[in-house]
């Protein structure tokens, strides 16, 4: 039997496939049309005008928005009061990321070098389950650990260390009547909150170090701290800056746990809450989100210097 | 004189009970100091377990290591004095290629500016020089395993350690490689210990060799006398290509009742011979013609070398050999 050399067309199916194997470009305009019009119109646009309402200013007889350049809500911005709540927020998101960092590494290391098959579905279901529930009810649920009545005190009473959480509250600034009432309490609920998205980044980032890099590094005569400075740490540096933009911004703009956890101090993202309903003052509201973006973008400049992206 | 390296009944078995892996079973080996040392075997026969034995990422189950006559047992891999060549080389992908080669004198403490210059002059050593300030992902894969060798010898190992450090490059760059191997040791004088699972590497390259067959050493020898004197039809067959012969047909052709070599390349194609047999095929190599031949049950295959005229397949044939190339083995 002879058979063509061409198979027959079976259709619409084989006719597009011809179609965008002529014309592969159409393909991808077409996959990429939607989520460009949706990343670069609808949120990228709403981003950019609400930044440009921050060099609008409000009318303060009236309480309406002027609609006219000038930079009168930033001199606002950098008022000895606004400018405590950058502080603190900044010091917060920075505790929490150092912290997040520090409690990931272990597992993130565990999970990439030594992790396999059932191990492995135990650390992604560890890690993730914690997302499965509400965030809200998370943060209540903390607020009752860490209460003055709650289960904390109660075991610190039952094995007489009440001392140690004594001590710990009546730490100047950080302390407070309570865990709950207290940055202690607040820095806690961050880092449980945000530290998943430390360890995913840090770990996908371990994975990808081949483990003969960590024994050549030993065969040549480097100790485990050597090799953990030398060779780990800088390989892991992507993902650990990666986690860490994950929960630096997080907590700078998050504006629920500052008021349910913690001394109703004010935090970037409570003040936008604020000042875009009670107050209405869109322009601050605006100029305040411009904060954490700023930073942001600082923090990648110096991480890029430090070379942290070298081994992408 | 104490052995570079020696192993006294090494075994490194994996998992437990039923299931245990027996990587390295009973190993005795000595090492000489100073002498090109090759482990030959098929992947899974024990050879790259018995290296990383050396180096420390494996510790035995069984059985002592000695280094220059220190037992080891108890030491780091970080503090002996071996080095290794890593098979994927294991480049610091973050490091020029100069603090790549440094590296081991840096965890030492040594200054930058010594150490950058004896990481230069070992990069001359292995023809990088001025290469230094580049990554190693800016390296062709022959430049890369030079940067490995530089950076296990900067050390001034006792022994260096390679592991199949050419399987990565193409023909023509592995015999270049394997050339300057040699040379290198020659000069330098270490010991070097070579996994392979490529015999012309092992033959071409060693001083002497251990043939390895599932976690045991088959035959230790020169090359020459490996590839004349195989004890075993494995070794007969791993090294070099051979014709095994069952006892049977050793005893018609005056052995005793024992399976019995013969290279191809040691048969002549005439008029009358102890062997006669049908041509079942040629195979075409360029400097050769291998010739197959049905004797009875068993194949045997010739070398006839290109320009010399070839049976015709289909024919009857005899096949001469001098009788000192019949190798008789040990196995019954």
């Known amino acids: 039997m002879t058979s063509s050399a061409i198979l027959p067309e079976r259709g619409l199916a084989d006719r597009l496939t011809a179609f965008f194997w002529r014309r592969p470009r159409v ?32 009318d303060e007889f009236t309480g309406m928005v002027k609609p006219e350049f000038t930079l009168k809500t930033y001199s606002e911005l950098f008022r000895p009061a606004n ?36 191990w492995k579905a135990v650390f992604y279901l560890g890690v993730m389950l914690p997302l499965w529930s509400s965030y809200l009810v998370k943060v ?42 207290s940055y202690i309490g607040m820095f806690l609920v961050f880092v449980y909150v945000w530290i998943p998205y430390m360890i995913l980044p840090m770990q996908a980032a371990l994975e990808r170090v081949p483990a003969s890099m960590l024994e050549a590094a030993q065969d040549l005569g480097a100790t485990r701290a050597q ?71 600082v923090y990648l400049t110096l991480a890029k210097r430090a070379g942290a992206f070298d081994a992408l | 004189m104490t052995a570079a390296v020696e192993f006294q009944s090494v075994s490194r078995h994996f998992g437990h009970g039923p299931d245990t892996v027996k990587a390295v079973d009973a190993v005795d080996l000595r090492i000489a100091e100073g002498s090109f040392f090759a482990m030959l ?47 994927d080389y294991a480049l610091f992908p973050h490091m020029s290629v100069r603090d790549n080669v440094a590296y081991g004198l840096m965890v030492k403490g040594m200054a930058r500016a010594p150490r950058h210059a004896k990481a230069d002059e070992m990069l001359h050593l292995v023809q990088l020089g001025g290469y230094g ?50 040379a290198l040791q020659k000069r330098l004088g270490i010991t070097f210990v070579f996994v392979t699972h490529d015999q012309n590497e092992a033959l071409s390259m060693a001083d002497s060799l251990a043939v390895f067959n599932q976690g045991r050493i088959a035959q230790i020898g020169t090359p020459a006398e490996i590839y004349a004197k195989p004890r075993t039809r494995f070794v007969a067959d791993f090294v070099g290509s051979s014709n095994l012969l069952p006892p049977a047909l050793t005893q018609t052709l005056g052995g005793p009742a024992k399976w019995s070599s013969l290279r191809p390349e040691h048969l002549m194609f ?60 040990e196995e019954n």
């Open chain 1, 227 to 297: 090799t953990f400075r030398t060779v780990i740490l800088p390989l892991a540096l992507p993902g650990i800056i990666a986690g860490s933009i994950f929960t630096f911004s997080l907590t700078m703009g998050d504006y629920i746990i500052p008021q349910i956890v913690g001394n109703s101090a004010n935090f970037i993202g409570m003040a936008v809450y604020q000042l875009q309903g009670t107050a209405g003052n869109i322009p601050l509201a605006a100029a305040f989100s411009m904060v954490p973006i700023l930073i942001m973008l």
């Open chain 2, 133 to 182: 300030d580049r990554k190693p992902s800016q390296l062709s894969g022959g430049q890369r395993q030079r940067v490995a060798l530089a950076r296990a010898l900067v050390n001034e190992p006792r022994v260096l350690l390679l592991d199949e450090p050419l399987g990565a490059l193409d023909l023509k760059l592995r015999e270049a490689m394997q050339d300057e191997l040699k």
């Open chain 1, 27 to 58: 393909f991808l305009a077409l996959l990429l049309t939607p989520p460009l019009l949706w990343l670069g119109l609808v949120y990228l646009g709403s981003l950019f005008a609400l930044l440009w309402q921050s060099f609008y200013s409000i």
């Open chain 2, 41 to 87: 075997g098929p992947s899974g026969s024990g050879k790259t377990t018995c290296l990383r034995l050396i180096s420390g990422f494996e510790q035995p189950t069984a059985g002592a290591i000695r280094i220059f006559g220190q037992d080891v047992s108890a030491i780091p891999p970080n503090r002996r004095n071996v080095n290794t060549v890593f098979q």
């Open chain 2, 270 to 329: 005439a008029e009358s011979g102890p062997i006669t047999g049908t041509v079942l095929a040629h195979r075409y190599l360029g400097a050769a013609t291998r010739v197959i031949v049905k004797a009875g049950e068993t194949e045997i295959a010739a070398l006839v070398p290109s320009g010399q005229p070839l049976p015709e397949p289909g024919r009857t044939t005899a096949i001469a050999f001098a009788p000192h190339h019949l190798h008789v083995m």
């Open chain 1, 140 to 181: 209540y649920a903390w607020k009752l650990i860490l209460a003055k009545e709650g289960i904390i005190t109660w075991a610190t009473g039952l094995t007489h260390s009440s001392g140690i959480l004594n001590a710990l509250l009546s730490l100047p600034v950080i302390g407070g009547n309570s865990l709950s009432t």
């Open chain 1, 83 to 118: 400018f405590d709540v950058i502080f603190r927020t900044l010091v917060m998101a920075s505790a929490v990321t150092l912290g997040a960092a520090i409690l990931a590494f272990p597992i993130a290391y565990f999970a990439a070098r030594f992790a396999r098959g059932r």
